[in-house]
């Protein structure tokens, strides 16, 4: 699963040939999510409201790289890294 940005401790990647609605994961430790990317919602799994709160901020200001991310994935070509959050 290509690492697409990491901050704080928090890990954003997203998978190929994954599966509609495009979203990405986030990992924290023991915890995993998967987050819609146009929704920002969180479809399933679960982070510590701190780290949900950190994640949904760095998403919400990189909403249109994590869709041509998606879009890459899909077509099979590397994926751009996304800044992280500072």
């Given at each position: 699963?290509?690492?697409?940005?990491?901050?704080?401790g928090?890990i954003?990647?997203?998978?190929?040939?994954?599966?509609?609605?495009?979203?990405f994961?986030?990992?924290?430790g023991?915890h995993?999510?998967?987050i819609?990317?146009?929704?920002l919602?969180?479809?399933?799994?679960?982070l510590?409201?701190?780290?949900?709160?950190l994640?949904?901020e760095?998403?919400?200001?990189?909403?249109?790289?994590l869709?041509?991310?998606?879009?890459l994935?899909r077509?099979?070509?590397?994926?751009?890294?996304?800044?992280?959050?500072?």
């Amino acid at each position: 699963m290509p690492e697409i940005s990491r901050f704080f401790g928090i890990i954003i990647s997203m998978y190929y040939n994954e599966h509609p609605p495009p979203h990405f994961h986030a990992r924290y430790g023991e915890h995993k999510a998967l987050i819609a990317i146009d929704s920002l919602t969180l479809l399933k799994g679960s982070l510590p409201p701190r780290v949900l709160g950190l994640v949904i901020e760095w998403a919400t200001r990189h909403q249109a790289d994590l869709m041509e991310d998606w879009r890459l994935a899909r077509e099979q070509e590397p994926l751009n890294k996304v800044a992280p959050l500072e």
